[in-house]
């Protein structure tokens, strides 16, 4: 069992910065490809980032490519999302995923651990 525990949320304004953390236990952090994905108030869970196994591939949702980058260090466990130029648009609760055979980029899949999350609130 993984568990992930997320922090780094908060508020900020408009074209602020805001680097989020995932801090995962349970399982040999390298076997994990990795993830990030939000959902705001009555919408669906969306796909924001993710990051793979081994020589760390990359994968932006279209929302936010050029803006936010992922990034892992395997030495502590942890996966980032550095947020930059944020916009309204872009609060929501943010949840970390994890999955030890696909990389996570839609959140329709059952074999995904998830934290808790993190609330991002862009204000304007």
């Known amino acids: 069992q993984v568990q992930l525990v997320e922090s780094g949320g908060g508020l900020v304004q408009v074209g602020g910065s805001l680097r989020l953390s995932c801090v995962a236990s349970?399982?040999?952090?390298?076997?994990?490809?990795m993830g990030w994905f939000r959902q705001a108030p009555g919408k669906e869970r969306e796909f924001v980032a993710a990051i793979s196994r081994g020589v760390g591939v990359t994968y932006y949702g279209d929302s936010v490519k050029g803006r936010f980058t992922i990034s892992r260090d395997n030495a502590k466990s942890t996966v980032y999302l550095q947020m930059n130029s944020l916009k309204p648009e872009d609060t929501a609760v943010y949840y970390c995923?994890?999955?030890?055979?696909?990389?996570?980029?839609?959140?329709?899949?059952?074999?995904?651990?998830w934290g808790k999350g993190t609330l991002v609130t862009v204000s304007s």
């Open positions: 349970g399982r040999t952090f390298g076997s994990l490809a």
């Open positions: 995923a994890a999955n030890g055979v696909v990389v996570p980029t839609t959140p329709l899949n059952d074999r995904h651990y």
